[in-house]
């Protein structure tokens, strides 16, 4: 896991056009994002294409994101919503 510096970091890189960055976010929080979402679906074909759509979705909204709670957790929601619209 990263640190919030690091997270902040990327972040910032990303939403001033360094777009390329977020893969950094993606691999760190990948095996995460898989997780949560295998625990939902219990199929794993569907829990890696939840986590990959929650990863588009938090790509796209990454401005509203606020810092006062880690990406993580955010993250964790954003995969959580995603798989219960899937399921």
């Known amino acids: 896991m990263i640190t919030v510096k690091e997270e902040n970091e990327l972040i910032n890189r990303v939403l001033a056009g360094e777009e390329r960055c977020y893969a950094e976010l993606v691999d760190a929080y990948k095996s995460y994002a898989y997780t949560i979402a295998l625990k939902i679906l219990q199929n794993k074909p569907e829990a890696e294409e ?13 401005k509203n994101f606020n810092r006062q709670a880690r990406f993580s957790t955010w993250l964790y929601r954003i995969v959580f919503n995603t798989a219960i619209t899937y399921k």
């Open 50 to 62: 939840v986590a990959q759509d929650a990863f588009v979705k938090a790509f796209h909204y990454l």
